[in-house]
């Protein structure tokens, strides 16, 4: 168990452009969230995928923004069209379904700028 | 909607202080609660938990009880360390929910 892993660690890039970003959750989980920190705040949930279905997406997600977890294991998070707003730490996290709560894990985020 | 208010930071203390970090939560229901902590560079990691009323988590010295008549969950330790020097989130989630509901954070910075 290596833990949730993302990739890139930072990530600076131009407005206007579109950046992606992978999160590799732990191996035996199969509900992967994505989260954004802004700096002085807490995590704000975006969106959640059970297996390879996203079955919640926050309204903080807007169209710009897409996710998907293709074969149920590692996770994409695509910003297109990137803007000033959008700088922020990008967090995921995963967990194995239990019938009570799940235990969130979280990987150590990607930073994003956008200049 | 749900929400969680912590004690707004930076907390200074110095070695061996006691600690002390409130939290009051807004639910409905029966909500899950937790304490989790940010190194400097590091993730969010699990501090501790718990699960219903009257519940006592507890990890490395932290302790937190829920407190469902005072919608509280305060965080605590006897003795703090330098190392202990992070930002603190208290949180929230539902049994079969999806997401967690998290504090502002809290900064502790302990001095030797």
């Known amino acids: 168990d290596t833990g949730v892993s993302q990739d890139p660690r930072h990530k600076i890039t131009k407005r206007g452009q579109n950046v992606t970003f992978r999160c590799d959750p732990i191996s035996e989980h199969n509900r992967l969230y994505w989260y954004r920190q802004t700096l002085g705040q807490g995590p704000e949930f975006l969106t959640y995928f059970q297996n390879e279905a996203q079955l919640e997406k926050s309204r903080l997600l807007s169209d710009r923004f897409s996710a998907e977890r293709p074969k149920g294991s590692f996770s994409t998070l695509e910003i297109q069209r990137t803007e000033q707003g959008d700088s922020a730490m990008y967090l995921c996290?995963?967990?194995?379904?239990?019938?009570?709560?799940?235990?969130?894990?979280f990987g150590p985020g990607t930073r994003l700028t956008v200049l | 909607g749900d929400s969680v208010t912590q004690m707004e930071g930076p907390v200074t203390l110095s070695e061996e202080a006691f600690l002390t970090i409130n939290c009051t939560y807004t639910a409905t229901g029966y909500p899950s609660l937790f304490w989790y902590v940010q190194y400097p560079g590091e993730g969010l990691q699990l501090l501790l938990k718990?699960?219903?009323?009257?519940d006592k988590g507890s990890n490395k010295g932290f302790e937190a009880t829920y407190r469902k008549e005072t919608t509280s969950f305060h965080l605590e330790k006897g003795s703090v360390q330098v190392s202990d020097s992070a930002v603190y989130f208290c949180?929230?989630?539902?049994?079969?929910?999806?997401?967690?509901?998290f504090g502002a954070g809290t900064r502790l910075f302990v001095k030797a």
């Open positions: 718990a699960t219903k009323a009257d």
């Open positions: 949180a929230l989630s539902h049994t079969g929910g999806f997401k967690t509901i």
């Open positions: 996290a995963s967990s194995f379904e239990t019938s009570g709560t799940d235990t969130q894990y």
